[in-house]
């Protein structure tokens, strides 16, 4: 599985942005997906994360009520970020958890996506 994330960028605190990923590959064996994001100097956080067959979505407290990760056609997830703050300025980075029994579960990360926040 190849994953490509788009929407990064600037905004000012209080504002909005969207990412989306799209899937590629064996995308009907995919099992979760989410974003983690990664600050300079932080460790990665995992952000948010979606159960691909039924949609059920998991949030790190720091961005529940704020952000909103949603499934689209097999393999492709967005996330919508609302309420922006400084702290959430990162690299946010798409993956998936996938496989089958033949393969075994594996997980694929994308390149990344910037995003900034100005105060």
């Known amino acids: 599985v190849q994953l490509v994330e788009s929407g990064g960028g600037l905004a000012e605190a209080g504002g909005s942005l969207r990412l989306s990923c799209v899937a590629s590959g064996s995308t009907r064996s995919i099992k979760t997906m989410g974003w983690s994001r990664q600050a300079p100097g932080k460790q990665r956080e995992l952000v948010a994360s979606?159960?691909?067959?039924?949609?059920?979505p998991t949030y790190a407290d720091s961005v529940k009520g704020r952000f909103t990760i949603s499934r689209g056609s097999a393999g492709t997830i967005s996330l919508q970020m609302d309420s922006l703050s400084e702290d959430d300025a990162a690299v946010y980075y798409c993956?998936?958890?996938?496989?089958?029994?033949?393969?075994?579960?594996?997980?694929?990360w994308g390149q990344g996506t910037q995003v900034s926040v100005s105060s």
């Open positions: 979606i159960l691909m067959h039924n949609g059920y």
């Open positions: 993956h998936a958890l996938w496989g089958t029994v033949e393969t075994g579960l594996q997980d694929s």
